[in-house]
């Protein structure tokens, strides 16, 4: 479901959000679809429980997710999660544009690379 890479200079706490987040936009889980409990999600990447928790408040703070009281954490509903995610990163991705083509990256290169990402 998740994969933690030690070597990611992201504190793990953003990279549990970020994976969590990424299954959500991309539709692996659903509007509705409740999801695993810290302390499984902790057991399960082998971290620390408070590590997970602060994830999850996060994703609940940008209305990724919601908590019922004695139930559990569950993925919001669509609403416009996937417009404010593209919006956030579509933002850092001008920087990064900008630089590619200051090192001499044509269209066609981004091009090609887009493509080739699709087809993964």
Request: proline share 3%; net charge negative; hydrophobic share 35%.
């Amino acid at each position: 479901m998740l994969h933690l890479d030690y070597r990611d200079n992201r504190p793990i706490h953003q990279q549990v959000r970020d994976g969590l987040r990424r299954l959500m936009v991309s539709g692996v889980l659903q509007p509705g679809d409740q999801l695993p409990s810290v302390r499984k999600l902790a057991t399960e990447l082998a971290i620390n429980p408070n590590t997970i928790q602060r994830a999850m408040a996060q994703l609940e703070a940008e209305g990724f997710v919601y908590t019922v009281a004695g139930r559990g954490s569950f993925v919001a509903e669509d609403g416009d999660q996937s417009r404010r995610r593209m919006a956030e990163l579509t933002e850092g991705l001008h920087d990064t544009i900008l630089e590619l083509r200051q090192l001499g990256m044509t269209e066609q290169q981004w091009l090609d690379l887009w493509r080739e990402e699709e087809g993964k």
